[in-house]
Each structure stands twice: as structure tokens, then as C-alpha cells.
């Protein structure tokens, strides 16, 4: 069955740090992968997808997620958090059409000034 | 504009009174899905519609009805709501089921 796990419940970093949200998923086959960013009092937002191809992919607001299928991991980064990076993250995994997507329980994540 | 909207935003109500929260979206999406949002538990869908006059079961559809009577149009309501039916709520839309979701900005129920 699937399933995704995200282990940081909270994240607290520098503003200026590196980022580094975890993911783990697992599916039976080559799985579809989502991060999306909830800002507080709004709806979720996609940050950027997997479906194929390049291990490392692109999203909007300066963030990238790599895929490594031995790890089974999607873990989301960025180089340099700023304060509106303030948010909860949610990592979703899905798969062929058939499939539904499972969402992640979220990682809060916290900016120091 | 594409969006997902949602109405209302906030609603206030006492169990048993029956209401419905619409959604809506712009972008000729065929799928639609309700999810509740809870501390700790993330994300958890209620009932969701591959297109018109099809629905099905989520994770957590107890206590909920759907219907897909337009393809824009997605209403989830609650006939005799309850206070564990206390939750923030959002619709989403996407093209296919494990497609990009579009979510609307959430409705905040609260169930005395």
C-alpha cells in the first residue's frame, strides 16, 4: 500500500540557513511525487512535482526536491530560507491514474529572525 | 483567474442542523475531492468525484454526503452535523486523480 511519512513534525531554522524538510514514501511502483506549502490561514499550494525523468526537480520559491529511489526518499531543500518560508509542508505521494494521493501529516517549519 | 473557491469561510453551527459548504472551481478539472484537516493528522480525504454524477468514498466519508451534479460544482454536506465534525475543510480539483490539486482556501467549521 502506500503511504508517505514526513518524521519532523516541527523544523526551526535561521533565517539565511540551508532547508531540509524529510520525506519517505512507499509505493509499488514509480510514484508520483508532490510538495505543498500551506501558509497559515490559506489553502495548500504545489511547490513543485515528480512524475519522470530528472532525479532533481525544480519548484517555485526558490525550493528543489530530489528523488532517491534507494532511499525511497523526496526530501524538500532550499539554500537560503527567508521569513515568508514560515508555513507547514506537506509531501503527497501518488501513482498511476488509478491511484488516489496520500498526503503526509506536515512539517511546520519555523524561521529565526 | 483558475481558482478553487469555497463558501463559507467560517461557519459557527450547532449539532444537528443540517448545512452544506459549496466549492467551485474554474478550470473544467474533471476530478474533485473534499478533505478535513486536523492537528496531527494532516490531511485525510472525505469523498471525491472522477466527474459528473460519479462520487466516491475517501478515507473518512462517515457522517458526509457529495453530490456531482455539474462538473464545476462540488458541495459537501453535512446532514446532522456533529461536534467530531469539528474540522477546517478544503475542495480541491485537478485534471486526473494523481494530478496537480488545486485547493480552495478552506472552511473553518466549527459544531457546538
Known amino acids: 500500500a502506500q503511504s508517505v511519512t514526513q518524521p519532523d513534525i516541527h523544523i526551526t531554522v535561521s533565517e539565511g540557513a540551508s532547508l531540509e524538510l524529510r520525506c519517505n514514501y512507499s509505493?509499488?511502483?514509480?510514484?508520483?511525487l508532490f510538495w505543498y506549502v500551506q501558509s497559515p490561514g490559506q489553502g495548500l499550494q504545489l511547490l513543485l512535482k515528480?512524475?519522470?525523468?530528472?532525479?532533481l526537480v525544480q519548484g517555485i520559491k526558490g525550493f528543489e526536491a530530489e528523488i532517491k529511489r534507494s532511499q525511497s526518499s523526496f526530501n524538500l531543500r532550499k539554500p537560503s530560507v527567508h521569513w515568508s518560508d514560515a508555513a507547514e509542508y506537506f509531501c503527497a505521494v501518488g501513482g498511476n491514474r488509478d491511484d488516489k494521493i496520500i498526503f503526509g501529516k506536515g512539517t511546520r517549519l519555523h524561521i529565526l529572525p | 483567474e483558475a481558482q478553487v473557491t469555497q463558501n463559507p469561510r467560517y461557519l459557527i453551527t450547532v449539532t444537528g442542523k443540517k448545512l452544506t459548504v459549496t466549492c467551485s472551481q474554474n478550470m473544467n478539472h474533471e476530478y474533485m475531492s473534499w478533505y478535513r484537516q486536523d492537528p496531527g493528522l494532516g490531511l485525510r480525504q472525505i469523498y471525491y468525484s472522477m466527474n459528473v454524477e460519479v462520487t466516491d468514498k475517501g478515507d473518512v466519508p462517515e457522517g458526509y454526503k457529495v453530490s456531482r451534479k455539474e462538473k464545476r460544482n462540488f458541495p459537501l454536506i453535512l446532514e446532522s452535523p456533529s461536534p467530531n465534525q469539528t474540522s477546517l475543510y478544503f475542495c480541491a480539483s485537478s485534471r486526473a486523480r494523481t494530478d496537480t490539486q488545486y485547493f480552495g482556501p478552506g472552511t473553518r467549521l466549527t459544531v457546538l
Open positions: 515528480y512524475f519522470s525523468g530528472d532525479t
Open positions: 509505493y509499488g511502483a514509480t510514484p508520483y
